[in-house]
């Protein structure tokens, strides 16, 4: 392992590999990755896949327009089949309330180059075969969103980083970060030190432990997020489908298979990660209203992963007031894997070339004391 960098980068997961990545091709490459583990490890080795630029903010709507650019590229580019297939997203609402919320995001997608369109039950009973729309309003879908596989992302961000030069070092748990006065002098390991003056806290649902190294305390806090995957049936399924009333998704991957989860508001913040059988039970039971097709369909695996959140639902971003050199890049939620691109490079940008991306301001630690936040609605998988 080296023993000095100009950037340490803490989290092997798709955004600290984006990073990498990123900064890489720019042609800095004197970056090293820590990973307590291996490199699916944490949420970006155990989530839905899930891509989707319907959103009710611009800035998010622009950044996914912006990853769902880059991703349909990263196949080619990194020389791993992602898997990436563009079926669309389609969102039920079965509330006035919701039903205007959608109509509102259309409007906003719309404006911003989003081909969202609403569609009455009886179309989305078109799009998805035998989904069963009673209590639904009306339905908000977007051809262009979609769903992929997230190991071999990983895997071609890392194999290209590591091309370029960046070392990524896997089972090196980060246990320490030394400074003097506000400088960072040293991130230490269980496999030695390396000296280093900025460190990129990428470490997801752990993030606030590699903060308080630092005295640093962010507001994330982990939740547990289950999901499951059924035997693979023959294609039949084109979008992802997410239910507005409970937090159900699900989608259909390449492979056949469906795969998918839901909200559970009882869940409390832990890190936690066995599987549960209230989660079967409630997503079973969802999975069957919408789609009673599935009735004799078997679960194959079920399995959990952590959701690092914010209060206000949007990440935590840029440098920090206590220490210099420290840059946050966490709290995704249940939508990091498909903002990792996009955040990956403007983040590479803000650095190398201080291209003044407005996020890194906006999202700063320091809004929750300055009370400048505004809560993005829309945060399902
Ligand atoms: C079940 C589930 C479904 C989801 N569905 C979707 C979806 O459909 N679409 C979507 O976009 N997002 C989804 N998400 C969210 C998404 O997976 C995450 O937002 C994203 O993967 C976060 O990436 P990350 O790199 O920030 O964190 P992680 O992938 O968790 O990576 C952080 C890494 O830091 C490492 N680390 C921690 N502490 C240390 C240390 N001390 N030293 C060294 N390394 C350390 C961890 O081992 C981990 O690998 C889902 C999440 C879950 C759990």
Not at 3 to 27: F, H, P, Y
Not at 157 to 180: C, H, P, S, W
Not at 251 to 277: N, V
Request: proline letters at 5%; hydrophobic letters at 40%; aromatic letters at 8%.
């Amino acid at each position: 392992m080296r023993d000095r960098a100009d950037l340490v980068i803490v989290g092997g997961g798709v955004v600290g590999l984006s990073l990498a990545c990123q900064l890489a091709r720019m042609g800095f490459c004197d970056v090293v990755v820590l990973e307590q583990g291996y490199l699916c490890f944490g949420a970006s080795g155990r989530n839905g896949g899930g891509i989707r630029q319907q959103w009710t903010t611009e800035e998010n709507i622009l950044l996914m327009k912006e990853s769902v650019r880059l991703f349909r590229r990263m196949a080619a580019e990194t020389n791993y089949n992602i898997w990436f297939r563009q079926g669309g997203y389609l969102f039920l609402a079965r509330d006035g309330k919701t039903a205007s919320t959608l109509e509102a995001n259309m409007k906003l997608q719309n404006r911003l180059g989003v081909p969202t369109r609403m569609v009455s039950p009886e179309r989305a009973r078109g799009i998805v075969p035998g989904l069963d729309t009673r209590g639904v309003e009306v339905c908000a879908y977007n051809p262009t969103d979609g769903v992929l596989f997230p190991f071999p992302a990983l895997w071609g961000m890392a194999k290209v980083a590591t091309q370029l030069g960046v070392e990524i070092n896997t089972y090196t748990r980060v246990t320490d970060i030394q400074t003097r006065g506000k400088q960072i002098v040293k991130v230490v390991t269980d496999r030695g030190a390396i000296a280093t003056s900025r460190v990129v806290n990428a470490a997801g649902a752990w993030s606030w432990q590699i903060a308080r190294m630092l005295g640093v305390e962010l507001p994330n806090k982990p939740y547990r997020h289950e999901i499951l995957v059924c035997e693979p049936l023959k294609p039949f399924l084109d979008p992802m489908v997410s239910d507005l009333s409970d937090g159900t998704y699900f989608s259909q991957t390449m492979r056949g298979e469906i795969c998918g989860g839901i909200s559970d508001p009882e869940e409390k913040s832990s890190m936690e990660t066995r599987s549960s059988f209230r989660f079967l039970h409630r997503m079973c039971r969802s999975m069957l209203r919408l789609l009673p097709r599935l009735a004799d369909v078997k679960v194959m695996r079920q399995w959990a992963g952590y959701y690092d959140e914010t209060p206000d639902g949007n990440p935590i971003l840029g440098p920090v007031e206590q220490v210099d050199g420290f840059i946050q890049l966490n709290g995704f939620g249940g939508h990091g894997f498909m903002l990792a691109p996009a955040i990956g490079r403007q983040a590479a940008e803000w650095l190398l070339r201080k291209v003044d991306h407005p996020m890194f301001e906006k999202y700063d630690l320091g809004r929750f004391a300055r009370g400048e936040v505004e809560r993005e609605i829309f945060v399902i998988g």
